[in-house]
């Protein structure tokens, strides 16, 4: 039985990790940490699990491995120590805040012989696993292009301290907004179902809606409109959006020479495949996971399976290297105003 630390007890270690660890025959939730003590301790007594007063007390306690849950700015830190201390962990995204962070993530992995998971749970869920076998299987013919999207109403609603002063839009805490926030999960996506990597970006990062309570624009982005140039020739753009107020899109559309690939956007079926011969096949597969509807994404079981050596680690930390360089490229490429090799 593999003992869990969760680390960072909001909203995504609430009804994901901790809900799908529960869930789990091989693990048990032992150990508790938040910087809000009070937090930590209400959970543990729900679900019989100590709360620590620090990182390295929860670290030093019997463990075998931790989800990092924590805002964006700690994950390194946080995953670290804890790879330091020979913990397995299963980190949030975006991964890090800074490109040499996520490098030192995975050299610490690597140093530590550790599994480093990055939930980059996109890549799990069921439409998107047969659309890359589709693709593979050469279905819809040669890629052409392709066009993918993730928006909402924003973290505001969201986070278990709501609010527009949210750690979300404190650039101290979050660092990036939606580029970093949603835009991570689709790049990170598209490279997945086209196995291919972003060679070039061109982007427009910018905040045009979102405010704190006084008034004032937030300080990190609440729009990313990219161009991606794929190392395979295939040209698409990526959209992460804060500022979809009344409805989530959460959609990939791939075109190809002998078809298109709908993925996640009709509402009743995962995929809809229409073909250049008129015919049209329809996938009824699952719902894509929203703010409101948090099925169960498969990513905890993936990391318990690859500490166990039951499966290969399918989502390492060092294979999200690329899309994380993509969204730091992306921004600055939105500086500049200049394509960015990535
Ligand atoms: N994979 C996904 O689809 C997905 C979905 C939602 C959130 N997330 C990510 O999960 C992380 C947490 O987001 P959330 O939605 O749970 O936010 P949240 O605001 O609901 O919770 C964050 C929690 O972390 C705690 N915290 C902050 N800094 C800490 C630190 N240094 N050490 C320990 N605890 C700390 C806060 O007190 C709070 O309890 C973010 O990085 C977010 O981007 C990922």
Redesign the pocket.
């Given at each position: 039985m593999l003992r869990i630390g969760i680390?960072?007890?909001?909203?995504?270690?609430q009804v994901r990790h901790i809900t799908e660890y529960l869930n789990n025959q091989n693990v048990k939730i032992t150990a508790l940490?938040?910087?809000?003590f009070q937090?930590a301790s209400t959970l543990g007594e729900k679900i019989g699990a100590k709360a620590y007063d620090s990182?390295d007390e929860l670290l030093s306690s019997d463990i075998d491995a931790v989800s990092v849950?924590?805002?964006?700015f700690?994950?390194a830190q946080?995953t670290i120590a804890a790879l330091n201390t020979h913990k397995h962990v299963l980190c949030?995204?975006?991964m890090a805040v800074t490109l040499e962070e996520c490098e030192a993530m995975v050299k610490a992995a690597s140093d530590n012989k550790c599994t480093l998971m990055i939930?980059q749970?996109q890549r799990l869920a069921r439409a998107h696993v047969k659309a890359k076998e589709l693709i593979e299987q050469g279905v819809i013919g040669k890629v052409i292009s392709f066009r993918t999207i993730f928006g909402h109403g924003g973290?505001e609603t969201?986070?278990?301290?709501p609010g527009l002063n949210?750690?979300f839009f404190d650039k101290n805490k979050a660092s990036m907004g939606a580029m970093a926030?949603l835009g991570v999960?689709k790049t990170d996506l598209i490279q997945y179902l086209l196995s291919a990597k972003v060679k070039s970006v061109r982007a427009k990062v910018c905040t045009l809606d979102k405010k704190y309570a006084d008034g004032s624009k937030i300080l990190v982005d609440d729009n990313a409109f990219c161009i991606y140039e794929m190392d395979n020739g295939v040209i698409g753009y990526m959209i992460a959006s804060w500022t979809f107020y009344g409805g989530e899109d959460n959609s990939t559309v791939i075109y190809g020479t002998e078809g298109v690939l709908h993925i996640y956007e009709d509402k009743d079926y995962s995929i809809v495949l229409n073909l250049k011969n008129g015919e049209t096949v329809k996938y009824q597969l699952d719902a894509i996971q929203t703010n409101d509807n948090q099925t169960s994404s498969g990513i905890i079981d993936a990391f318990v399976d690859c500490i166990l050596g039951k499966r290969e680690n399918v989502i390492d930390g060092k294979d999200v290297l690329h899309a994380m360089k993509t969204v730091f490229c992306a921004i600055e490429s939105s500086k500049s105003g200049k394509k960015i090799e990535v």
């Amino acid at each position: 039985m593999l003992r869990i630390g969760i680390i960072g007890c909001g909203k995504i270690a609430q009804v994901r990790h901790i809900t799908e660890y529960l869930n789990n025959q091989n693990v048990k939730i032992t150990a508790l940490y938040d910087v809000n003590f009070q937090r930590a301790s209400t959970l543990g007594e729900k679900i019989g699990a100590k709360a620590y007063d620090s990182l390295d007390e929860l670290l030093s306690s019997d463990i075998d491995a931790v989800s990092v849950c924590s805002a964006n700015f700690a994950h390194a830190q946080n995953t670290i120590a804890a790879l330091n201390t020979h913990k397995h962990v299963l980190c949030e995204k975006p991964m890090a805040v800074t490109l040499e962070e996520c490098e030192a993530m995975v050299k610490a992995a690597s140093d530590n012989k550790c599994t480093l998971m990055i939930d980059q749970n996109q890549r799990l869920a069921r439409a998107h696993v047969k659309a890359k076998e589709l693709i593979e299987q050469g279905v819809i013919g040669k890629v052409i292009s392709f066009r993918t999207i993730f928006g909402h109403g924003g973290p505001e609603t969201w986070s278990i301290d709501p609010g527009l002063n949210t750690w979300f839009f404190d650039k101290n805490k979050a660092s990036m907004g939606a580029m970093a926030d949603l835009g991570v999960h689709k790049t990170d996506l598209i490279q997945y179902l086209l196995s291919a990597k972003v060679k070039s970006v061109r982007a427009k990062v910018c905040t045009l809606d979102k405010k704190y309570a006084d008034g004032s624009k937030i300080l990190v982005d609440d729009n990313a409109f990219c161009i991606y140039e794929m190392d395979n020739g295939v040209i698409g753009y990526m959209i992460a959006s804060w500022t979809f107020y009344g409805g989530e899109d959460n959609s990939t559309v791939i075109y190809g020479t002998e078809g298109v690939l709908h993925i996640y956007e009709d509402k009743d079926y995962s995929i809809v495949l229409n073909l250049k011969n008129g015919e049209t096949v329809k996938y009824q597969l699952d719902a894509i996971q929203t703010n409101d509807n948090q099925t169960s994404s498969g990513i905890i079981d993936a990391f318990v399976d690859c500490i166990l050596g039951k499966r290969e680690n399918v989502i390492d930390g060092k294979d999200v290297l690329h899309a994380m360089k993509t969204v730091f490229c992306a921004i600055e490429s939105s500086k500049s105003g200049k394509k960015i090799e990535v």
